[in-house]
Structures are given as C-alpha cells and as structure tokens.
C-alpha cells in the first residue's frame, strides 16, 4: 500500500475510532451542563465530540419517550400450531398491530444463538479491528455506521450499526464480503439467513391464504432483492430519557424478522401510545414493511416503531429484512383492488420508492403522502 492508502486507511480508522468510541466514552463521563445544552435552552448531552462528525439527537421533551401506558402485549403466535390457527392469528395481529412475535418458527435454535453471539462478540472488538467496516456511503452494502440521520436533520440517534447484505442463494463473493472477526462471524451469518429467510416466505404464504391472494403472490421479484441483515447496537446512554436508539420510523421493505435479544427496546405504536415489546426467548418480532402494505392495498400496514436508550446496559438485536429487487413493480394486489374500491396507491419499482424515502425521510405520514393515491 503506497504512502496515500496508508494516508487514507489512517483517516478512516480516526474516524471509525472517533464514532465507534464517542458513546463509551459519553457513557462514562459527567458532562458538564454548563457547556452542553439542548433545544430551548434546556441542559442536554447533545454533541458528539469534535473528532465526530455529526451530533447525538436530542428530543423534544413530546417526543421522548414517556411511560407506556398501552395495556397491551405483543401476540406470541406458535407456528407449530394448526395451519389454520396460524394463518387466522397471523392475519389478525396482523391487522390489529402490525407487529407480532413468532415461536417453534423452525430456525435452529444453535443458528439463533451463534449469530447473537457472534454479533455481540464483533461489537466487542477494539475499534481498530472494525475499522475497516465503517463507511458513511448508504449505498454500500456491507458497512459500519454509527446510528441513522434519516428524519433526523442529520442528527445522530444512539446506536452503532452493522449492516450485512448478500443474494439468496448465499454466493461465496458475498460471504467474503462480511467480517472475518470474530472467528465464525461469516459461517453464522450464512447458517441463520437461509432458515430466516424461509421463515420469513412461509409467514407471506400464510398471510396470502389469509387474504385471498395465490400464496406464492410474493414470490419471485417481490422478495428476490438482496437479504439484508441489520445488527443494531445500542450502548448505555447516560441519559435515555432525553433521546433514542432509533426514531419512530416505518420499514422500506416487504416484511422484517427480529431478533431483539434479552433486553427490551423496541416500542411499537399502538392508537397513539407506545407498547414496549418485551423480550420473548427465541423469538422472533415480525413486522411488515411499506412494501407488504402498497401490495395488500392497505390491509395490511407498515407500522410506526422505535428503539428506547437504557442506562444500564448494552443491548444487541438483529434485525433481517426481505426486500423487492430494484427494478420490481411493486403495485397493490388487482384483487385486493378491486375488492376495496379501487387501488389507494400508486404503482412504483423499488429502486424509485427507496429514492423518494431517503427523501422524505422515514415517518408513515411523509412515506404515505409520497405514495398514496
């Protein structure tokens, strides 16, 4: 490497270093409320330090999240169940919450459990053997970065992210792309997408049956884009109660699986309240995407969610996404149109949805607005 990459690798490991560490080290220092102040005037832990690019969000004191109230739990769906229980408990939390968790779902519990592990192990790692990974090109689809700026005004939420990609069936290029440390990182990685994936078809099936599509409506274009994997890592924050590990969003893509670990996190919005999920062993959150909800024609809807800062400890979920190919039309169903007056929005491929949400940002009302007819 010639005395420019050495420059340039230099460069990129100050700043992975800067943004990887900035929220152990805000974790573990008093900051001072003399020097660091909010919106309105208000003391807050706001900015990231100077080596960082970007500054930790701070959320109006309406926005933060507030006790929940909602006296209302996620349903646990057990897929070993009848098929037609199954399908009728699918399709109504579905419908009620657009989110529900998933038991006996067929993914090896060993697969659950070294990719957890493996991805809590790669946030471990001293920053510099991370380095590597970090990009702040969202385009790339292999990369580290620190938190979103999607809806934020370019501020940074509290949370570090791995982001994993490849086609389905796994290609050996693809796996060569992801990190080789920790030892087994890659070969965990390729043992929970395929049975994930699978889970993740087999629930579009049932919700076809449930609606009166064909049940391999979503297979083909719809669901042949590359598998994506989010590993969200959410350190302690010294003050939760004044932001987020993620803002309330909607998901870009057809249906998500989540593993969201041992340590509660994920809110979901419910008739103007937040239901804090709690933690379900082996379980899967499924919950569905703008995608699912234009092919459907509405019944079934993208759901407003988020992610809670703690101050105790560290927590890591992963989240797999299965998303349309770029170039996939994705349009609502013709008999779900036809059964409920008429298409409510309007036909696009994915490659143009995905560029007018980096646009308006990831809110159901702005996403909606983009695409409703």
């Not at 994997?229 to 932001?243: A, E, G, I, K, L």
């Not at 609502?332 to 940002?361: C, D, H, I, Q, S």
Request: glycine share 8%; proline share 8%; charged share 25%.
């Amino acid at each position: 490497m010639g005395m420019a990459g050495r420059m340039a690798m230099a460069r990129m490991m100050a700043r992975c270093r800067g943004l990887l560490v900035v929220m152990e080290f805000m974790a573990h220092v008093r900051v001072s409320a003399s020097s660091i102040t909010g919106r309105d005037g208000e003391p807050a832990v706001r900015r990231i330090p100077r080596d960082a690019p970007g500054q930790l969000r701070v959320f109006p004191a309406e926005q933060r999240p507030p006790p929940s109230s909602a006296a209302v739990a996620l349903p646990v769906i057990d897929l070993s169940a009848p098929r037609d229980e199954v399908r009728r408990a699918v399709l109504e939390a579905g419908k009620e919450l657009g989110f529900f968790q998933v038991v006996n779902h067929g993914v090896p519990e060993q697969a659950v459990r070294d990719m957890e592990a493996c991805c809590e192990e790669f946030f471990r790692l001293p920053a510099e053997d991370k380095a590597a990974f970090y990009s702040e090109d969202t385009d790339k689809p292999n990369r580290l970065f620190t938190s979103t700026t999607n809806g934020t005004g370019g501020e940074r939420c509290w949370r570090d992210c791995l982001r994993l990609s490849c086609g389905f069936p796994v290609a050996a290029d693809a796996k060569n792309a992801w990190p080789d440390n920790p030892d087994g990182l890659r070969e965990a990685m390729e043992r929970f997408i395929a049975p994930t994936r699978a889970l993740g078809m087999e629930l579009l099936r049932l919700l076809c049956e449930g609606v009166g599509l064909r049940p391999d409506y979503f297979e083909g274009d719809l669901s042949a884009g590359d598998v994506v994997v989010n590993v969200n890592h959410y350190p302690p924050c010294p003050d939760p109660v004044r932001t987020l590990g993620l803002p309330p969003h909607c998901d870009r893509n057809l249906i998500t699986l989540l593993l969201q670990g041992s340590v509660a996190g994920l809110q979901v919005s419910y008739r103007g309240e937040w239901i804090r999920v709690q933690p379900v062993p082996g379980a899967f959150v499924v919950n569905f995407g703008h995608q699912l909800e234009i092919a459907t024609n509405g019944l079934l809807k993208s759901v407003e969610h988020r992610a809670a800062a703690n101050a105790a400890v560290p927590r890591t979920s992963v989240a797999t996404f299965i998303m349309p190919t770029d170039d996939c039309l994705v349009a609502p169903a013709a008999e779900l149109a036809a059964g409920g007056g008429g298409a409510r929005y309007r036909a696009v491929t994915f490659r143009e949805f995905m560029r007018v949400y980096k646009t308006v940002g990831a809110r159901r009302e702005s996403v909606e607005k983009a695409f409703k007819i």
